[in-house]
């Protein structure tokens, strides 16, 4: 984007870099939000078939885009997702992840000369504690402080669409 030479170059790349934002965030937001509504409602006995698991998946993911209600293939998703069934619970990790790398971004871009070193001494680190305590010591985010992640991606993915709505002239 930067050093992009034009502005329909810095819209493309703008636009790339939002579409990946807000699917790390959004969609893995909405597949952890399903998943998770999922193993309660078979835990507490209201989910029980196929057509509770539809209606479930419908509901879900209409929260995020209304319109999904009137595709008839969202009510199937819940049967496609394949790590609901080889990877249950790993669908929150690509949230973590999508949050945690915008988070990364954001810092980075703040203040690179003290985030940098930061970041590489937690890559060299190795796992010799929680992922938790690595990130609170060695790059000083919070992963508790789940409302403050979501604040900040969202901040970048905001002042990013503020962006390429100028460069586009809207």
Same mark, same amino acid.
């Given at each position: 984007?930067?050093?992009?030479?034009?502005?329909?170059?810095?819209?493309?790349? %703008? /636009?790339?870099?939002?579409?990946?934002? #807000?699917?790390?965030?959004?969609?893995? &937001?909405?597949? *952890?939000?399903?998943?998770?509504?999922?193993?309660? =409602?078979?835990?507490?006995?209201?989910?029980? *078939?196929?057509?509770?698991?539809?209606?479930? #998946?419908?509901?879900?993911?209409?929260? @995020?885009? $209304?319109?999904?209600?009137?595709? $008839?293939?969202?009510?199937? @998703?819940?049967?496609?997702?394949?790590?609901?069934?080889?990877? $249950?619970?790993?669908?929150? /990790? @690509? !949230?973590?992840? =999508? %949050? %945690?790398?915008?988070? @990364?971004? #954001?810092?980075?871009?703040?203040?690179?000369?003290?985030?940098?070193?930061?970041?590489?001494?937690? !890559?060299?680190?190795?796992?010799?504690?929680? $992922?938790?305590?690595?990130?609170?010591?060695?790059?000083?985010?919070?992963?508790?402080?789940?409302?403050?992640?979501? &604040?900040?991606? #969202?901040?970048?993915?905001?002042?990013? *669409?503020? !962006? !390429? &709505? &100028?460069?586009?002239?809207?």
């Amino acid at each position: 984007y930067k050093n992009a030479g034009t502005s329909a170059e810095r819209a493309y790349y %703008l /636009n790339y870099f939002l579409h990946d934002a #807000t699917f790390q965030v959004f969609g893995s &937001a909405e597949e *952890t939000e399903l998943e998770s509504a999922i193993y309660r =409602g078979v835990n507490d006995g209201t989910i029980k *078939t196929a057509a509770d698991f539809n209606a479930l #998946t419908t509901k879900v993911f209409a929260r @995020y885009d $209304p319109s999904s209600v009137n595709d $008839p293939s969202t009510k199937l @998703y819940w049967a496609r997702n394949r790590l609901f069934f080889t990877d $249950p619970l790993y669908d929150v /990790n @690509y !949230l973590y992840a =999508g %949050l %945690l790398a915008l988070e @990364y971004f #954001t810092r980075f871009e703040a203040d690179s000369k003290s985030f940098s070193p930061r970041f590489v001494a937690l !890559l060299k680190n190795g796992f010799n504690d929680s $992922p938790a305590a690595l990130e609170r010591g060695l790059v000083g985010i919070n992963l508790s402080d789940e409302k403050t992640l979501v &604040a900040n991606a #969202t901040s970048l993915i905001d002042a990013r *669409t503020k !962006l !390429l &709505a &100028a460069l586009s002239g809207s």
